[in-house]
């Protein structure tokens, strides 16, 4: 029995012994073994480790990179161009919380100024006065945030409410309306094309359709004003709240405007194509197709505008409008978008808009000639596009 057990010991031994060896010639019949050993390299990982996770890396449109969230990074969206940035909205914050400050000066200044300013009817009275700059403005913003501008809008609007109104005389007033609104998506149209398809700049494009559309506008007036009847509800009626139709159009835009510029692809692709345009096309983004959209519902809204003065006038005059591009870009502008393009929001253009309206309308109530008013306008314009002109230089810094 002693000696089994010690053959058994001593076999167990050589068994042990021979695992501690590494013997690498394999033998006929057998399968080499490749589990690393002992005297491996120190930096070679053992078989059965963890690979350690992957960091995938994209290029944003404006060329910086963005890691996987699992790394602690911002994810790009599909299709390459990135989601506005927390950077961009925290940039944007003290922007309209300094607009807002001086909203509330001005409302308070003239509140003490004037015992009607507070009223309900003259709160109504401004809503109702910034309307058809504010249906134009909002699509607006949407171009100069892609870094395009539309100074055709004032004269659109006339030529659109004078067709509807020559139209209608001899034809129903709904196809009076429609023939308006095509002409105002065919301007855009227009304008989207020159600019995008044969590169024309969009100053020049649009200043050049601004003078084409007031001399159609009065060709087809004739030099005269246009009445037209059975057509004040649109500008006039106050079917919520005692607040005109053309207030409660804008209030609406504006609230489905800001939620496309900030959940949608097409509100990011309009950021991307004016911050960075060769980037932007590079990782996929489709910026003139976005541009030609926003060109479109620019012309929507100049029709829409056109109507909304034909309705409170209840005529339709070649004159009309004249002047309203400087009041759409000077509220866009102040609103805090930039010449530039990549900057701006629908928010900032609505207290842009309303800063103006109570200037206006505070001035009117203090018995200011409506000259003043002018030069109040153009000083706005001025100080916006001066402070515009100090945010791109301070931010190359």
Not at 36 to 48: H, I, L, V, W, Y
Not at 73 to 89: I, V
Not at 131 to 158: C, K
Request: hydrophobic content about 50%; charged content about 10%.
């Amino acid at each position: 029995m002693k000696d089994t057990t010690s053959s058994e010991e001593g076999s167990m031994a050589n068994v042990t012994g021979k695992k501690q060896t590494t013997d690498t010639t394999p033998t006929e019949g057998t399968v080499p073994d490749t589990t690393p050993t002992d005297t491996a390299p120190p930096d070679t990982a053992p078989a059965d480790a963890t690979p350690p996770e992957k960091v995938s890396v994209d290029k944003t449109p404006a060329g910086r990179t963005s890691t996987d969230p699992a790394a602690g990074g911002t994810p790009a969206s599909k299709g390459g161009d990135a989601p506005p940035t927390a950077r961009r909205r925290a940039r944007s914050a003290p922007e309209l919380a300094a607009l807002l400050v001086v909203l509330v000066a001005l409302i308070a200044f003239f509140w003490l100024k004037s015992p009607y300013f507070m009223t309900k009817d003259n709160i109504v009275n401004v809503l109702t006065a910034i309307a058809v700059t504010g249906i134009i403005a909002i699509p607006g913003t949407m171009l100069l945030i892609a870094g395009q501008v539309d100074l055709s809008v004032g004269s659109g609007a006339a030529f659109c409410g004078v067709m509807m109104a020559t139209v209608s005389q001899n034809h129903a007033l709904i196809l009076g309306v429609l023939v308006a609104v095509g002409l105002g998506i065919l301007i855009g149209l227009v304008n989207g094309l020159l600019v995008t398809v044969l590169r024309v700049n969009a100053l020049i494009a649009t200043l050049g359709m601004l003078a084409v559309l007031r001399g159609l506008t009065e060709v087809r007036a004739h030099g005269a004003t246009v009445t037209l009847a059975n057509f004040s509800g649109l500008g006039t009626a106050r079917p919520f709240l005692n607040i005109p139709v053309p207030g409660l159009l804008l209030l609406g835009i504006a609230v489905l405007a800001a939620l496309v510029m900030r959940y949608t692809v097409f509100g990011r692709s309009l950021y991307a194509a004016g911050s960075n345009p060769v980037a932007a096309r590079l990782v996929g983004v489709r910026g003139g197709k976005m541009i030609v959209v926003a060109f479109v519902l620019s012309g929507v809204g100049v029709a829409l505008s056109g109507l909304i003065l034909d309705s409170q006038l209840s005529a339709a005059s070649p004159n009309a409008a004249t002047g309203l591009e400087l009041s759409v870009v000077t509220a866009i502008v102040l609103g805090g978008a930039s010449l530039a393009g990549g900057r701006g929001t629908i928010q900032g253009t609505i207290v842009g808009l309303l800063i103006i309206g109570v200037l206006n309308n505070g001035l009117t109530l203090l018995n200011v000639s409506s000259f003043y008013q002018q030069v109040a306008s153009g000083a706005l314009l001025i100080i916006a596009v001066s402070f515009d002109q100090l945010r791109l230089r301070f931010s190359k810094l």
